[in-house]
Nanobody
């Protein structure tokens, strides 16, 4: 069983940057894949980026070049660095993890989720 807790969200202006953090506790070395997602109210949840236990990463096209996923396995923390933020990035951001299987694609089945952190980008 894994427990996830996001932090770092807030209200910023277009062009600003934010760094989201996700603290993971539980079966540390069973966490085989982590991901960041976002959801606009009334829309389906969108997968943004994934990272596997050895650091392999995948991004969706809408954030490629602006967002970077990374992790510190010694501290069981996953990060999402978000640069050049746009109003359309406004959403609830979630981190997620899975501890079985080898799939770490954007469509992987994530079984463990954080509570979310709100990001609002406006002028």
């Amino acid at each position: 069983q894994l427990q996830l807790m996001e932090s770092g969200g807030g209200s910023v202006q277009p062009g600003d940057s934010l760094r989201l953090s996700c603290d993971v506790s539980g079966a540390t070395y069973s966490r085989v894949c982590s991901g960041w997602f976002r959801q606009i109210r009334g829309k389906e949840r969108e997968a943004l980026a994934t990272i596997d236990i050895i650091g392999g990463v995948t991004y969706t096209d809408s954030v490629k070049g602006r967002f970077t996923i990374s992790q510190d396995n010694a501290k069981n923390t996953v990060f999402l660095q978000m640069n050049s933020l746009k109003p359309e990035d406004t959403a609830m951001y979630y981190c997620a993890a899975r501890n079985i299987g080898g799939d770490c694609s954007l469509t992987a089945a994530f079984g463990w989720w954080g509570q979310g952190t709100q990001v609002t980008v406006s002028s």
